[in-house]
Every structure is written in structure tokens, then in C-alpha cells.
């Protein structure tokens, strides 16, 4: 079968392209709508095909590349349970997923065909796909009953007619039932008749009066064959039984009955009343109403009662389904005598069907930049319902930033119609609503759920304008400083915000050699320790920057305050402390009360209450001569100088700060009471020879006694070890039966050189409180037997010779620490 095809694609160009492929033809329709594509396309195939058999290359046919099918996520979209066709995008070929039977899908309608959509996506396109299902000559024309028994009386007059049952053959056209045939007899010839609907039934016309006597039964057969190639044929048998005289069939007092029949009417339901009467009387005139012999959904849907003719619903009745019967009527009477008539049934559309929303494309993600119009689904609605029960309006709440629009017939689009802000709404539920207009209306409604994608359309934001940190001097490095923090309105990568210090100078340094900050978590770390002294203020810039593409910025400003510790100790600038010659201040004898004897001055680099200093006098020769001033320093005399008082005076004073804890410094002034220059001179000439009290005396010689205590320990120890290592040694060799080799080892020595010492001398120290006065008192040698002698016996185990070596070595070792701490202390 030759096809056709008509194409409009975006370049407004004609295409005629004509395919002849396995008897399937085509016709394709094109239309631009908006920045979508829509189409219809239209092919016929026979019945019966196997699975896999091409039905159309829809590629060539739209004008479409493989890639755009496979990209575009080209897909088959139908209503039906059953998928009778595939779309193979690799081929891009519509082909046959499963056996169709016409006779199953559509029964006696013509034509049947299938409809479906493709649909694709980026951008959306939409067509429509009708796929014309051919009849083949699949069934052969058969009788309900294979055996008929059939009554007449003898009585019956020449054309006397006798209804045969209707053979069915669910084929159509051609294909469907044809003609009749009867078997050869001399008594009766075969009559056809068509049915308004097309379908034929045949009937018995007797040509010839019949003897019962002569035959009391009459066996015939009707073929009944189709038009098909090859034809095929039913048969049904059919035995005549004569009776005697009923010469008069009933006869209907309406040729056709007319009536109307609301859908799902309850079992019962009354729908009209047929009647006929018959000339005979007695039971030739008693008559019996009944269906002829019905087809398809018919079977159950309908009653009549047999006596009264009275039609009623028996079944289910669907406008969807079947939208009018026609239904053939006899009435036989107790001879065999039969009249016929027909009812058609009209059945009345209800509202009873809600419509059907399926969504053919949702993308549940949309970019919060999307522009105006851009498609978020396409939806399709149905109703099984006609006229007004199935005309149908799709709608949404309109306070949402979205509209929908009618695309083809029964197709809606849901395209956005503002922009959006993911950071005011980052979720849409959308209700679609599509109601019919029956009375009353019935509507249903599906939920699309969308989320708005981020954008990185906002800057990082601080939680203040401008962060000020204190830090004590003298801190740790490492030591956490302050947090920053910045809040991203986006979402996701685009809201991770890391830090970052600005490349900036401090007093001619990067800022990254004072402090560091963690890029995640926006806490400053100083890198090393300040000193207030040095610097007393930072300012830099912290820099936070998201995550998104291109990335976004925004700065703070963080100052960093150093905080002053007491960590410097008052400096005395006066009187000067000098270890090499001495200095002293005069007081005249006759000084009074109040005399300015000196002023110590000392300054703290420090800042504020650590700064602060205070005087106080520690020691002195006299303390009820001198005092301090707590502020100034002043050294003044409280009462008048005396005769008695001692020429030399020394004055130890403390220099305090404020700080906590406080830091001191100690000065010495020295002051000579005397009216003449060599009344000093005699009394300070070994004035300088003292010396203070030594109060680490007693810690050295406990050190002293601890180092030679372990050094005795760890000697006896060793000789102890080499005791049993040289008694194990020897019970090895003892029992063993390996040849010993002597082992002579270099002398001690030769190993040391001839500077050994050969005795031991104990050494007591005797200091006295004055400073540099002490006796050393020089014992005689503790023993002999200690020494080491080379020459000792040639006999003697090596070890012992070591041992001796050892002890030697660690004797001479405390006599010279004994000479160490006698140069010290002297």
C-alpha cells in the first residue's frame, strides 16, 4: 500500500516523500506552535503482524535526526494498558510490541486504529500517531448452535418464511459473512436479506407444500461463507420437523420498535413493550416473544419477557461502551409459525465519568533565572463521557506564578509566568483542577510538586559591619582570636562560604605572618605571639567568598586590639649599677630633716597600671635614718644626722609595678655619711670586698652528694653484672668441649693514654661566711688495692682487668668533680 505524507517543519519547506513498506501506509501533519513542534501522522498496517514488524520510520518521516530522538527522550504515550507499538530511538522506527487482533480492539467498528503521542523533550514536541489496524480474513463465518430443530406445519402455504439463525464472522468489509448457501432439496430454497447495519441473515422460503405423512422430518444445511481469499465458510445443520395444520403466523403491529434507555439504569428498568398477534386460535395462537439470536455485548444487557413482551434492563449499560442497540424480535407461536420485528435502543449519555489527568512531561526542576513562558509540563485530560459531560477546562490557582495553556485538543501546557526568588519560595505545589461541564460537574485533580534550582544571585552577608577582637600580649600562637561569619542567601554549593584574609601589609609584613584564618570556619588564629611593646593595634580585611560560579565576595574590616601584660620588670636608670667601681652619695652630718639624699629613677615600658611604680625600701643600714618616697623615688632623710651614725650606708630599694602578678627591680645605693671626701675614702677602701651572703651554697653541695651517690650506685651495679656474666661464662666453657682461645684486650692504658691517674685523693671543703675565704684540707689516699696495674698477673680473666680499668676511670672522674666545685665555691 502506497503512502503519503505532508511535513511543515520550522523552514516552512514540503516534503512528498512517498514509502512503500510491508503494506504500511502514512500521512504526516506538521504544525508550529510556539517554540514547540506539534504533529500528526497517520499509518495502517494489517492485523495479525509479528512483533518486531516495522510499522513507519518515524525519523525520515518527522525530519529528525537519531540524536534529536535519543536526547529528546522520545517516547510513546497512550491511555491503554496494552502497548501495541514500540519507538526504537537507535533506529528510530516505529515497529509491533504486540499481537493485534482487530476483532479483540474494535469489534464490528471501522475503521479501527490505534492512537497514541510522541512525545519529546528540550525542547517539547508533540505528535500525534493514528495507526489504522487492517482487516485480514483471520475468521471463518460459525453458528451458535451447530444443530437446529425446526418446526413447521404441513399446512404452510408456498413462500411460506422461516427465519434462519444469523451466522456471526467477526471480520468486517470483505472479509466479514457474505452470502448463504443450502444444501440441494426440492422443497425449500435459501432468501438473504441485509440489516440496515450491513450485516445479512438469511431465511427459508418454502417453494413447495410439505406431507408430513411422506416426511415427517426434513434434514437441510446452510453454509454460510465469507468474501475473503481464501474464502472460508460455517455450517450449520438444520432438521425440519413437520406439524400439522397451523396456517397462520403471529405478525408484530410494528416492523420497527423504538425506544431510550438512561446508562446505568438499574436491573429492571422498564424500556418499552412489543406486541403481535396471531389468527389461530387454541395454542396455534399462543404466543411466545423472544431475541433472535444476538451478538456481542447485547447478549446480557437485555430482557423480554415471554409473554407479556415487555423489553427491561438485565445488565450494565454504558454510553462509553455501546451508544445504541439494535436488537432483532420473534414471535413464535405454539405451531412453529414465527413473525419477526426489530427494537432499537437508544441509551442517553450520563455524567458518570471524572476526567483523567495524565502528566506527558514534567521536568520537577526549574532554574530560579528561567524566563517568562518557559514550559514546566504538559498535561493531558479525558473524559469518557460526550457533549457537555466530556468538554473539559483545566485550570490552577492563580496567585501562583504560573499559567496553563491549551496546546491541542485536550493538551495543556504549564509554563511559568513570573520570575522566581528561591530565596523567598524554593517549593511550588501546583494543584491542576480539569472539570467538565456536566450537571453537576465532576472534576479531579493531581499535585505537581517543583523546587526551584539555586542561582548564585547573592552575596555572602556578615553578621556585622566591622568585628573587634582584644588579645593579651604574650599569647600562644595558635591562639584562637575571634570568629567571623557570613550567611549566603542561596542554596547548597552556591551558599558555602569560605574566608580569606586580603593581601595587606602591617608594618612592612603580610598580614599572614600575624594571623591565619580557617576558611571554613571563620576563626582568626594568631601565628605568633605579640608584643604590646611593638605593635598595639591590627586592622585587616577578611574576604568571604561562596562557592557558586562565578563566585561572590563581600568584605569586613576586623580589628585586632593588643592588650598590654605586666611582662617587663621595672629598668632602674639611676642610680647606675656598675660591677667595677663603686658609687655613693654624701650626707653631710649636718643635714636635716628631709635632706634629698638621691632620687632613684626607673621606668616601666609597659602601659598603663603595669607602668605604675611604687618605692619601697628593703634593706638598710640604718632604717631609721632614710626613707623613700612611695611615688617619686626621693631618698630623704626622717631625722637629723648624729655623730653616732655609721659613715657607710647601704640602702636596698624595690622597685614595684601595679601589674598581676607585679614585677620588681632591686637597686643598691650606697651613701656615705661624712662632711670630707677622705673621711670616705678610709672608710669605703674594702668596702667593696663584701659580699652578699651566698644562699646557693647548701644547694650545691646537696648536688654534689646526689651526682657522686649515683656514681657509686651505678659502680657497684656493673661489678655486680660482670660477676655473674664472667660466672655464667665460665660454666659455659666448662661444659662445653670447644677449644678456648685467650682474649687479650688493650690495656687501660694504652686506651687512655699515659695520663692516668694512679690515685685517689678525698678532698673536704671547709668554707667560712666570709666571701672568699675557705680552706681545702687534703686527704691521703684511701687505698692502694683501686689502682689498676698493667702488669698484674698474666693469669687474671680479662674481665677482671676491665673491672679494675672502670673503677679507676671513675675515681679519677669524682676527684675531678671534686676540684670543680672547690673552683666554684672558692
Not at 605604675?612 to 625600701?617: F, I, Q
Amino acid at each position: 500500500m502506497a503512502a503519503q505524507s505532508q511535513l511543515f517543519p520550522r523552514s516552512v519547506r514540503w516534503r512528498l516523500p512517498c514509502i512503500l513498506r510491508c503494506q504500511v501506509g502514512f500521512l504526516i501533519v506538521l504544525t508550529l506552535i510556539g517554540d514547540r513542534v506539534t504533529g500528526q501522522m497517520r499509518y495502517s498496517i494489517p492485523e495479525e503482524m509479528k512483533k518486531g514488524t516495522v510499522i513507519g520510520n518515524v525519523a525520515q518521516d518527522l525530519g529528525l535526526d537519531l540524536k534529536r530522538l535519543r536526547a529528546g527522550r522520545a517516547r510513546i504515550v497512550s491511555g491503554e494498558n496494552i502497548q501495541y507499538t514500540e519507538l526504537r530511538t537507535d533506529k528510530g522506527i516505529l515497529v509491533v510490541n504486540e499481537r493485534i487482533d482487530r476483532e479483540q480492539l474494535c469489534g464490528d467498528v471501522t475503521p479501527c486504529s490505534l492512537n497514541f503521542e510522541i512525545i519529546l523533550e528540550n525542547p517539547i514536541e508533540l505528535h500525534r500517531v493514528t495507526v489504522e489496524i487492517l482487516d485480514i480474513n483471520d475468521n471463518a463465518p460459525f453458528f451458535a448452535n451447530k444443530d437446529i430443530q425446526f418446526e413447521m406445519s404441513e399446512s404452510a402455504t408456498i413462500g411460506s418464511k422461516f427465519p434462519v439463525e444469523s451466522a456471526v464472522d467477526p471480520d468486517v468489509a470483505l472479509n466479514a459473512l457474505q452470502n448463504y448457501i443450502i444444501s440441494p432439496n426440492k422443497y425449500f430454497i435459501l432468501k438473504q436479506h441485509a440489516n440496515p447495519d450491513g450485516s445479512k441473515y438469511a431465511e427459508l422460503v418454502l417453494q413447495k407444500p410439505i406431507d408430513r405423512e411422506e416426511h415427517p422430518s426434513l434434514p437441510l444445511k446452510v453454509i454460510a461463507v465469507d468474501g475473503g481469499n481464501p474464502q472460508r465458510s460455517g455450517t450449520v445443520n438444520i432438521n425440519v420437523s413437520v406439524l400439522d395444520a397451523n396456517d397462520n403466523a403471529p405478525v408484530f403491529n410494528q416492523s420497527v420498535y423504538r425506544a431510550v434507555v438512561v446508562e446505568n439504569a438499574p436491573k429492571g428498568t422498564y424500556i418499552t413493550a412489543v406486541n403481535a398477534s396471531d389468527a389461530d386460535i387454541g395454542t396455534n395462537g399462543e404466543i411466545i416473544f423472544s431475541f433472535s439470536k444476538i451478538k456481542g455485548s447485547a447478549v446480557d444487557v437485555f430482557s423480554i419477557d415471554e409473554s407479556t413482551g415487555v423489553i427491561s434492563v438485565a445488565g450494565l449499560i454504558d454510553f462509553e461502551k455501546e451508544k445504541k442497540y439494535e436488537l432483532r424480535l420473534e414471535a413464535r407461536d405454539r405451531g412453529g409459525l414465527t413473525g419477526t420485528s426489530k427494537v432499537i435502543i437508544d441509551v442517553s449519555d450520563v455524567n458518570d465519568n471524572v476526567p483523567v489527568i495524565n502528566i506527558m512531561s514534567f521536568s520537577n526542576t526549574i532554574l530560579e533565572d528561567a524566563p517568562l513562558g518557559t514550559t514546566i509540563a504538559v498535561i493531558n485530560v479525558k473524559d469518557a463521557d460526550s457533549e457537555k459531560n466530556g468538554q473539559l477546562k483545566c485550570t490552577i490557582d492563580t496567585t501562583l506564578p504560573f499559567k496553563i495553556q491549551s496546546s491541542l485538543t485536550n493538551y495543556y501546557n504549564l509554563v511559568a509566568d513570573q520570575h522566581f526568588d528561591r530565596e523567598k519560595t524554593s517549593e511550588y505545589d501546583i494543584t491542576v483542577i480539569a472539570t467538565d461541564s456536566g450537571s453537576p460537574p465532576l472534576s479531579s485533580s493531581v499535585t505537581l510538586q517543583l523546587r526551584i534550582s539555586d542561582v548564585n544571585d547573592n552575596v555572602p552577608v556578615f553578621d556585622k559591619n566591622s568585628y573587634s577582637a582584644y588579645v593579651t600580649e604574650n599569647n600562644s600562637p595558635g591562639m584562637s582570636i575571634t570568629t567571623v561569619s557570613a550567611r549566603d542567601s542561596d542554596w547548597h554549593q552556591n551558599a558555602r562560604v569560605s574566608y580569606f584574609l586580603e593581601d595587606t601589609q602591617i608594618c612592612g609584613n603580610p598580614v599572614s605572618s600575624y594571623v591565619s584564618i580557617n576558611s571554613e570556619t571563620g576563626v582568626l588564629h594568631a601565628v605568633r605571639s605579640f608584643d604590646y611593646e611593638q605593635i598595639k593595634e591590627l586592622q585587616l580585611t577578611v574576604k568571604a567568598q561562596d562557592g557558586g560560579s562565578p563566585p561572590l565576595s563581600s568584605n569586613v574590616t576586623v580589628k585586632i586590639v593588643i592588650q598590654d601584660q605586666n611582662d617587663n620588670p621595672p629598668q632602674v636608670l639611676y642610680p647606675v649599677q656598675t660591677s667595677g667601681s663603686l658609687v655613693a652619695e654624701m650626707v653631710p652630718r649636718s643635714a636635716d630633716v628631709g635632706y634629698l639624699v638621691t632620687k632613684v629613677v626607673a621606668v616601666d615600658v609597659d602601659s598603663g597600671q603595669n607602668a605604675w611604680l611604687s618605692y619601697k625600701l628593703q634593706k638598710a643600714t640604718d632604717r631609721a635614718l632614710f626613707e623613700v618616697g612611695l611615688q617619686n623615688g626621693e631618698i630623704r632623710t626622717i631625722r637629723q644626722v648624729t655623730d653616732k651614725d655609721a659613715v657607710k650606708q647601704r640602702l636596698t630599694v624595690i622597685v614595684e609595678d601595679n601589674g598581676q602578678p607585679s614585677r620588681s627591680a632591686t637597686v643598691i645605693v650606697n651613701v656615705a655619711v661624712a662632711d670630707s671626701f677622705p673621711e670616705v675614702l678610709s672608710e669605703f677602701t674594702d668596702f667593696t670586698h663584701d659580699k652578699e651572703y651566698n644562699d646557693n651554697l647548701t644547694f650545691y653541695l646537696v648536688l654534689a652528694l646526689a651526682v657522686v651517690s649515683f656514681l657509686f650506685i651505678t659502680c657497684l651495679v656493673v661489678i655486680i653484672s660482670v660477676k655473674i656474666y664472667r660466672w655464667r661464662q665460665s660454666r659455659v666453657l666448662y661444659h662445653s668441649n670447644l677449644p678456648v682461645i685467650p682474649y687479650y684486650p688493650p690495656r687501660y692504658s694504652d686506651t687512655l693514654g699515659t695520663g692516668t691517674l694512679q690515685h685517689v685523693y678525698n678532698y673536704e671543703v671547709c668554707r667560712t661566711t666570709d666571701s672568699r675565704k675557705s680552706d681545702i684540707k687534703y686527704m691521703q689516699p684511701m687505698s692502694q688495692s683501686l689502682v689498676c696495674v698493667d702488669g698484674a698477673g698474666a693469669d687474671t680473666p680479662q674481665v677482671d682487668k676491665e673491672l679494675s680499668g672502670n673503677c679507676s676511670q671513675m675515681s679519677t672522674l669524682v676527684s675531678d668533680i671534686f676540684k670543680i666545685l672547690l673552683s666554684v665555691f672558692s
